[in-house]
T-cell receptor, first 113, second 111 residues
Framework: DTAVSQTPKYLVTQMGNDKSIKCEQNLGHDTMYWYKQDSKKFLKIMFSYNNKELIINETVPNRFSPKSPDKAHLNLHINSLELGDSAVYFC????????????FGPGTRLLVL | KQEVTQIPAALSVPEGENLVLNCSFTDSAIYNLQWFRQDPGKGLTSLLLIQSSQREQTSGRLNASLDKSSGRSTLYIAASQPGDSATYLCAVLEYGNKLVFGAGTILRVKS
């Protein structure tokens, strides 16, 4: 059973396009996250939601918009894709308000051409 | 601003060796410290979580220590195996519930 799943696994697209990445967790967790891992392998948090409410919003361009239709899903929509958006995007979830172990999805590898 | 540094950046050891990975952080105002493992092309797997009030945690051949006052943690791997080859990431959970990661240590265990 996949605990945290992401789709798609790979995404290749042209500059200027709009794309979405979906994340689902079946762990019953209350908090979900989006992270970006750049080419230098640094992982940085982008957003965090607790029970569908935004609680962390790092300095991310407003072209990135997270949406949480329910507490098991956190999707990431990216408008007007740029070359610098190429990275691996990881979704994660944790119990409670975020002080517990985080469980990560397999990642979505985004390449903007 | 919290900064997490991991040393060494890469490590290659023969099978069976005991090894230590180091992590340091600049701001001791943390809830906990976590060690993760990342395999190539895969997501992260949590290995150990040490609460700020704890000194160490153990799981199998892994032992992690935390010295919050000096801003240091170590991950000790006993009797290393080729299957331990991966990138090991250290992360601290700041007040505000934000996880800040180091750049990782790439470990290769040779058979």
């Amino acid at each position: 059973d996949t605990a945290v799943s992401q789709t798609p696994k790979y995404l290749v697209t042209q500059m200027g396009n709009d794309k979405s990445i979906k994340c689902e967790q079946n762990l019953g967790h209350d908090t979900m996250y989006w992270y970006k891992q750049d080419s230098k392998k640094f992982l940085k948090i982008m957003f965090s939601y607790n029970n569908k409410e935004l609680i962390i919003n790092e300095t991310v361009p407003n072209r990135f918009s997270p949406k949480s239709p329910d507490k098991a899903h956190l999707n990431l929509h990216i408008n007007s894709l740029e070359l610098g958006d190429s990275a691996v995007y990881f979704c994660a979830s944790s119990q409670g308000t975020g002080k517990e172990t985080q469980y990560f999805g397999p990642g979505t590898r985004l390449l903007v051409l | 601003k919290q900064e997490v540094t991991q040393i060494p950046a890469a490590l290659s050891v023969p099978e069976g060796e005991n090894l230590v990975l180091n992590c340091s952080f600049t701001d001791s105002a943390i809830y906990n410290l976590q060690w993760f493992r990342q395999d190539p092309g895969k997501g992260l797997t949590s290995l150990l979580l040490i609460q700020s009030s704890q000194r160490e945690q153990t799981s199998g051949r892994l032992n992690a220590s935390l010295d919050k006052s000096s801003g240091r943690s170590t991950l000790y791997i006993a009797a290393s195996q080729p299957g331990d080859s991966a990138t090991y990431l250290c992360a601290v959970l700041e007040y505000g519930n934000k996880l800040v990661f180091g750049a990782g240590t790439i470990l290769r265990v040779k058979s």
